[in-house]
């Protein structure tokens, strides 16, 4: 099998439009999370809380290309176009067909489906339909605008798995690559904020609506008063590469993609479940040769909800412990669904770099059930050589990748 390692990155996140602004706002311990006043008019809805990413820049793609785009695909093509800068690709190179595209969502862009059905509902009809309409709304809007804006004509796939689309994205490049059928491959997740969206969690009680008026107090990660998650959007995009290819260019090297591990809990459409979380946890360790003691840190999915929570605590003090800082970066950016795996990673690979682990922001008393691990409340500075990134999601659907400094 071959090496994978990760190129280049690119973020379009609730803190900032750039991988460095993102990581500003964890350093200052800033909350992007805001009230949506809007939201107001959604008979029902309880959570008026959301992290909105700021979309700009958007008429730099072609306004043939940009046609077809949701918001989360614009989102996607910018942060793609930063990862392949970043990782310091030419055009000619993204364009063959030895170059991969694989990204994820949780679903088609949720304003331009709404704006669908708002169109063509009251008199039903069709005629009324803009023809690009559909190239918004599908599953794999991320990824079909990503590669033909990029020209991308090596495998394109649209991994839809929820709150772990990105992280599967990412392990899917990863196979690609060690099984040599792709030399590098663009990877990542992408989502937008949308009222329907964050009422579709919250008919499962599942979103915070406790902290209306006081949105920079949550999402509240293992705490005792969380009350739910928090929908953020954005997008991140990572360029895998090939080990010996990227050395022979003399590409910047991020990070050693050591395993990926995704299952399933067969046991609750809803209801996270720990052994299924343990499961993927000890398949990821054993598929990158290491013991639970060589992390040094690991990215919990924790999205503030009451269960899922103390599912994942349960499962991470089965594995690790009290050894190993843990921290959620949901009370910052909120929940980016799908593009939260992604985003997180790369968030975890700049704190690899810069030798700190940012806390879990709003965590100010610890559930008792949630207990059992290493929380980090504080700024930590400690020298961080491995990561595992976790993301489990609605479907019983689990994912962990690990990462290690090369």
């Known amino acids: 099998m071959k090496r994978v390692v990760i190129t280049g990155r690119g973020a379009i996140t609730p803190l900032g439009n750039t991988v460095d602004s993102m990581m500003d706002g964890l350093a200052q311990g800033r909350s992007a999370v805001e009230r949506m006043d809007d939201w107001a008019a959604y008979k029902g809805l309880h959570s008026l809380v959301g992290a909105p990413a700021v979309?700009?820049?958007?008429?730099?793609?072609?306004?043939?290309?940009?046609?077809?785009?949701?918001?989360?695909?614009?989102?996607?093509?910018?942060?793609?176009?930063?990862?392949?800068?970043?990782?310091?690709?030419p055009p000619e190179v993204v364009a063959s067909d030895r170059t991969g595209c694989v990204v994820g969502s949780t679903m088609g862009s949720a304003a331009s489906i709404t704006e669908t059905f708002e169109l063509i509902l009251p008199e039903r009809d069709i005629a009324q339909l803009?023809?690009?309409?559909?190239?918004?709304?599908?599953?794999?809007?991320?990824?079909?605008?990503?590669?033909?804006?990029?020209?991308?004509?090596?495998?394109?796939?649209?991994?839809?798995?929820?709150?772990?689309?990105?992280?599967q994205a990412l392990g899917v490049g990863y196979d690609l690559i060690r099984m040599g059928r792709q030399d590098r491959v663009l990877c990542g997740g992408a989502e937008e904020l949308h009222p329907t969206v964050t009422g579709s969690f919250d008919v499962l009680f599942a979103t915070s609506s406790h902290h209306n008026d006081s949105p920079k107090t949550t999402p509240r990660p293992f705490d005792r008063g969380r009350d739910g998650l928090v929908c953020g959007e954005g997008a991140g995009i990572l360029v895998l590469e090939e080990l010996e290819q990227a050395v022979a260019r003399g590409a910047t090297i991020h990070a050693e993609v050591l395993g990926f591990s995704t299952c399933g809990s067969g046991a609750h459409i809803s209801q996270s479940s720990a052994d299924a979380m343990v499961r993927c946890l000890r398949?990821?360790?054993?598929?990158?040769?290491?013991?639970?003691?060589?992390?040094?840190?690991?990215?919990?999915?924790?999205?503030?909800?009451?269960?899922?929570?103390?599912e994942e605590a349960k499962a991470l003090a089965e594995i690790f412990g009290d050894a190993v800082p843990v921290s959620s970066l949901k009370g910052h950016m909120g929940h980016t669904l799908g593009a939260s795996g992604a985003i997180e990673l790369i968030a975890s690979l700049e704190m690899m770099k810069r030798g700190i682990v940012y806390p879990t922001l709003n965590l100010e008393n610890i559930d008792p059930e949630c207990g059992g691990i290493h929380h980090v409340v504080q700024p930590l500075e400690k020298r961080i050589d491995i990561i595992v990134k976790n993301s489990f999601a609605f479907g019983g659907i689990n994912a962990a990748l690990v990462c290690r400094k090369i």
């Not at 803009?130 to 809007?141: A, G, L, W």
């Not at 990821?284 to 503030?304: F, K, M, R």
């Open 130 to 167: 803009p023809s690009t309409k559909f190239f918004q709304c599908v599953s794999h809007t991320a990824t079909m605008n990503i590669s033909q804006y990029l020209g991308i004509t090596g495998t394109v796939l649209a991994p839809a798995a929820a709150c772990a689309s990105g992280l």
């Open 55 to 89: 979309l700009e820049n958007e008429k730099q793609i072609p306004r043939q290309k940009r046609r077809s785009m949701g918001r989360l695909s614009i989102f996607a093509a910018q942060a793609a176009t930063q990862a392949v800068e970043d990782a310091g690709l």
């Open 283 to 310: 398949q990821v360790l054993e598929e990158s040769g290491i013991q639970p003691l060589d992390v040094d840190y690991v990215s919990a999915h924790a999205t503030a909800t009451v269960h899922g929570d103390v």
